[in-house]
């Protein structure tokens, strides 16, 4: 089958790790291994740049038309001053909203080869693989009143509005608790019950969930106050983490970081299958941002935007086979020493982006 | 003069490790150092269990009264159950709303001694000294609305809302860079402004009262999933963060972890100086939790607690010198070898929470 892939590199270093990918597609379709229609569109800067918003009509249309997403990364210092409807986020968040894309996965793995690139002890990360489910269309991103008003004699006052529905706790609490029975069969859920009623009601959510129809996972509760700590001092402790949107953000972060694996890792954001279809709504993205201060340089690892087609691979288009060859070659590149700078032990030669995406090509 | 101090044990270990300011304090009186009215109350679920509420009006008329409030810990899982509005959590809560104490100071010291008990890389934190200034009396720990309303049909919504005003905002800041004058004069301001309303207000007042009186000060922005990612991969980047309510809980229990030192840290809660008076609300405590799995046990580490008493002594009591004493004290008993489990690395020998309380008092 040939497969509907939007390709939306966004701004920084977007367009030279997705420019690796194209080159990855292409020799896929050249051996004969996969078939694409590849279509490209802007986000974020860039697009606010061509067309005075963040992401255009157009590009959501081909969105919605695609059978995966790709995106690089979108934001930067240039658009510092934009109008806070059109800066490059926007972007990203009204793909999130709009395709209802509510499930985050964020795996924090550390690549063996890799251990001594985390500022963390080695023996703290080595064989770490947890994987975060971050809910990723409501609550303090999304919740109204999002204001800020002038309230005269130079005050002003700003409001943001964390909402949680029981069914929207459900479905990512659901998605995590599926995804533990694929693994080690524990989820940690986190909020702040001790201060959020968002948290209270999170909390009780996924315990009747559990109770009703996961019992045979391991489930714990933690402040994610608590769990940050955690995640800091022994990350192996966990498997999947389930949490809101605001602390999925925190957290994915910082458990990427721990790894020393940070340029290495992709995600997926998905939507409900539609049971007529079958499908899902799938966007897959490097955890890393758009890195401006290394933007241009033709230094960015491209290994997180190429492990995102593998994982469109797998899970939009049923072609594990070929997503394992691709994992498999990264594995080979690492093993082999090859290492962009962000991954390099202190003295290790380094090689560009360029570079990296025709070695896992050679492999 | 005699300090009015008010004692506030509270959960957990509280009880254990406030024992050894007891002692400590009663030292101090002794050797004729200092001269204490010291009364004590309940707060958190002590004081559920006595009276129904997580502080009665009793203990807050005391706490108006204190010169300075030293305050243990609060929560535990055995309060889990009790109606949102006794939760322990709520005693702290509202002695926090109530005396104002919106600038809450979170050192994040690595001391020499302890650099090999952080789960970080030796070098990524020997020496490391960073300050946290988090926002202590707005934002989403106290924004209405603060609900949940049933929705029928088995749905519930939560709402929590982050409110923040233009002088909350500027009072803290204007704590943060005076504090940097007296250090390495740079200030790190956190929020996220690309999401969050309140996160674009805090940055443009930030940014007008730095341009506005503290010129001399180095300001940089950081949004705060970055900041918690750079706090594990190199905290020694920073001097003072100022932040808001919610990512200050997370990042200065970040921060706290990353130095190996947890047990070791004292935190200071203050509100506006008295023009009046000149005297300021005052509340000290440690930054570890109630810990309920270490209770009763007669292990948990006193020196975060004790290093609060040396902290009121120095900023509510006007008593430098013997801070510096107790602080010398504690510094001591380290480079001697004695620690508690909490700092204490692999194979090392380990004493109890009255054995290190009297091993400071005999320094
Ligand atoms: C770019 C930004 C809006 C985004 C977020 O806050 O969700 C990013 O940090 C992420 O984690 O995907
Ligand atoms: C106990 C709890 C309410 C509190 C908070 O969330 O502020 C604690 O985590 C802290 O950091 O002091």
Same mark, same amino acid.
Not at 128 to 157: A, S
Not at 231 to 251: A, E, S
């Given at each position: 089958?040939?497969?509907?892939?939007?390709?939306?590199?966004?701004?920084?270093?977007?367009?030279?790790?997705?420019?690796?990918?194209?080159?990855?597609?292409?020799?896929?379709?050249?051996?004969?291994?996969?078939?694409?229609? @590849?279509?490209?569109?802007?986000?974020?800067?860039?697009?606010?740049?061509?067309?005075?918003?963040?992401?255009?009509?157009?590009?959501?249309?081909?969105?919605?038309?695609?059978?995966?997403?790709?995106?690089?990364?979108?934001?930067?210092?240039?658009?510092?001053?934009?109008?806070?409807?059109?800066?490059?986020?926007?972007? $990203? $968040?009204?793909?999130?909203?709009?395709?209802?894309?509510?499930?985050?996965?964020?795996?924090? @793995?550390?690549?063996?080869?890799?251990?001594?690139?985390?500022?963390?002890?080695?023996?703290?990360?080595?064989? $770490?693989?947890?994987? %975060?489910?971050?809910?990723?269309?409501?609550?303090?991103?999304?919740?109204?009143?999002?204001?800020?008003?002038?309230?005269?004699?130079?005050?002003?006052?700003? @409001?943001?509005?964390?909402?949680?529905?029981?069914?929207?706790?459900?479905?990512?609490?659901?998605?995590?608790?599926? $995804?533990?029975?694929?693994?080690?069969?524990k989820v940690t859920s986190?909020?702040?019950?001790?201060?959020?009623?968002?948290?209270?009601?999170?909390?009780?959510?996924v315990t009747?969930?559990h109770?009703?129809?996961y019992?045979?996972v391991e489930l714990e509760h933690?402040?994610?106050?608590?769990?940050?700590?955690?995640?800091?001092?022994?990350?192996?402790?966990?498997?999947?983490?389930?949490?809101?949107?605001?602390?999925?953000?925190?957290?994915?972060?910082?458990?990427?970081?721990?790894?020393?694996?940070?340029?290495?890792?992709?995600?997926?954001?998905?939507?409900?299958?539609?049971?007529?279809?079958?499908?899902?709504?799938?966007?897959?993205?490097?955890?890393?941002?758009?890195?401006?201060? @290394?933007?241009?340089?033709?230094?960015?690892?491209?290994?997180?935007? %190429?492990?995102?087609?593998?994982?469109?691979?797998?899970?939009?288009?049923?072609?594990?086979?070929?997503?394992?060859?691709?994992?498999?070659? %990264?594995?080979?590149?690492?093993?082999?020493?090859?290492?962009?700078?962000?991954?390099?032990?202190?003295?290790?030669?380094?090689?560009?982006?360029?570079?990296?995406?025709?070695?896992? %090509?050679?492999?």
């Amino acid at each position: 089958a040939t497969h509907k892939l939007l390709l939306l590199a966004g701004d920084g270093i977007g367009p030279e790790v997705m420019a690796e990918v194209k080159r990855v597609a292409k020799w896929l379709e050249q051996a004969g291994l996969a078939s694409f229609a @590849i279509e490209e569109d802007l986000v974020g800067g860039c697009a606010y740049d061509a067309h005075g918003v963040a992401i255009s009509e157009d590009a959501m249309v081909r969105a919605k038309g695609a059978d995966a997403i790709l995106l690089g990364a979108v934001g930067g210092p240039k658009w510092a001053d934009v109008p806070y409807e059109a800066r490059p986020e926007a972007g $990203l $968040l009204r793909l999130r909203k709009d395709l209802q894309l509510f499930a985050n996965l964020r795996p924090a @793995i550390c690549y063996p080869a890799l251990a001594d690139a985390s500022s963390l002890k080695r023996e703290v990360v080595e064989g $770490l693989d947890l994987l %975060i489910v971050r809910e990723l269309t409501g609550g303090v991103y999304f919740g109204e009143p999002k204001t800020i008003t002038d309230l005269g004699n130079g005050q002003k006052r700003a @409001i943001d509005t964390q909402v949680y529905d029981t069914y929207e706790i459900e479905r990512i609490a659901a998605v995590a608790f599926e $995804l533990a029975r694929t693994r080690r069969n524990k989820v940690t859920s986190a909020e702040k019950h001790n201060v959020m009623r968002s948290g209270v009601l999170w909390k009780q959510v996924v315990t009747e969930l559990h109770a009703r129809a996961y019992k045979d996972v391991e489930l714990e509760h933690a402040l994610a106050d608590s769990l940050a700590m955690q995640l800091v001092r022994w990350p192996k402790q966990y498997d999947v983490i389930v949490t809101d949107n605001l602390f999925g953000d925190i957290l994915s972060d910082l458990a990427a970081m721990a790894t020393g694996s940070l340029g290495m890792l992709p995600s997926a954001s998905l939507g409900a299958v539609d049971a007529a279809t079958g499908k899902r709504a799938a966007l897959y993205e490097p955890v890393h941002g758009s890195a401006p201060d @290394i933007a241009g340089k033709g230094i960015a690892n491209p290994i997180a935007m %190429i492990g995102s087609l593998a994982m469109a691979l797998r899970y939009s288009f049923n072609e594990g086979a070929v997503a394992d060859r691709i994992e498999q070659a %990264i594995a080979g590149v690492l093993a082999s020493g090859k290492r962009t700078g962000d991954i390099a032990a202190p003295g290790m030669e380094t090689i560009g982006t360029e570079a990296m995406g025709k070695a896992i %090509i050679a492999e």
